[in-house]
């Protein structure tokens, strides 16, 4: 026996989300039943605003309503320096931390040959522009270790060497806490080049 259309329905949605399964979909879509008016009707608008209201920053391409974000209008950040993050969400989780000042820049896409996105078709006119009106001094680069986001990182900072900047790289290694037959290679290899003098 299945469930009515409706909530059939309902759950087939919630499973497009990343990793909701069949059970937690069905337990979200159950769960929407006993879900007040007033939630369900402010579900229902923010559902329809996400596709119609969102849009990309015209100058740094994070998430915003309106022309140009809420950090990109803030006139109180550090102009000298800039971060390159992979998605919206990135930048999120450095202002959560309260670790970072300056201004940020989200790429389109990291170079991945087998996905479409090589080299040439890399635009770094974007994050030119923020360099050149900020009078920018530092780039921080802040994408995963994987294969794609070694590659993007590498070509990012030689197409910027010429402008006399300093790049820097986010430090990579083993969490706090965490074991070291835990740690997959990758990331203690990360560890080992990103290691610090102790005085």
């Known amino acids: 026996m299945k469930y009515p259309e409706t909530i059939?329905?309902?759950?087939?949605?919630?499973?497009?989300?990343?990793?909701?399964?069949?059970?937690?979909?069905?337990?979200?879509?159950?769960?929407?039943?006993?879900?007040?008016?007033?939630?369900?009707?402010?579900?229902?608008?923010?559902?329809?605003?996400?596709?119609?209201?969102?849009?990309?920053?015209?100058?740094?391409?994070?998430?915003?309503?309106?022309?140009?974000?809420?950090?990109?209008?803030?006139?109180?950040?550090?102009k000298n320096i800039l971060c390159i993050v992979e998605n919206p969400k990135d930048i999120i989780q450095i202002?959560?931390?309260?670790?970072?000042?300056?201004?940020?820049?989200?790429?389109?896409?990291?170079?991945?040959?087998?996905?479409?996105?090589?080299?040439?078709?890399?635009?770094?006119?974007?994050?030119?522009?923020?360099?050149?009106?900020?009078n920018v001094k530092e780039v921080i680069i802040a994408i995963k270790p994987t294969v794609e986001g070694e590659t993007t990182a590498l070509y990012i900072s030689k197409l910027l060497k010429k402008n006399d900047l300093v790049i820097s790289r986010i430090a990579l290694g083993i969490p706090i806490g965490a074991e070291i037959d835990y740690v997959d290679s990758l990331t203690l290899e990360m560890a080992m080049e990103n290691r610090k003098i102790i005085n």
């Not at 939630?39 to 920053?57: A, F, G, H, P, Q």
């Open 8 to 78: 059939q329905n309902l759950i087939e949605c919630f499973k497009k989300f990343p990793t909701i399964g069949e059970k937690s979909a069905e337990r979200l879509a159950l769960a929407t039943l006993n879900l007040n008016d007033e939630v369900i009707n402010l579900l229902r608008e923010s559902l329809e605003n996400i596709k119609t209201k969102i849009k990309r920053c015209s100058i740094c391409n994070n998430y915003t309503e309106n022309d140009i974000c809420e950090i990109c209008n803030d006139k109180n950040r550090n």
């Open 95 to 134: 202002e959560k931390n309260r670790i970072y000042d300056g201004y940020y820049y989200v790429l389109p896409n990291l170079i991945s040959p087998s996905n479409g996105y090589d080299p040439s078709s890399f635009d770094i006119e974007g994050i030119n522009n923020i360099i050149m009106g900020n």
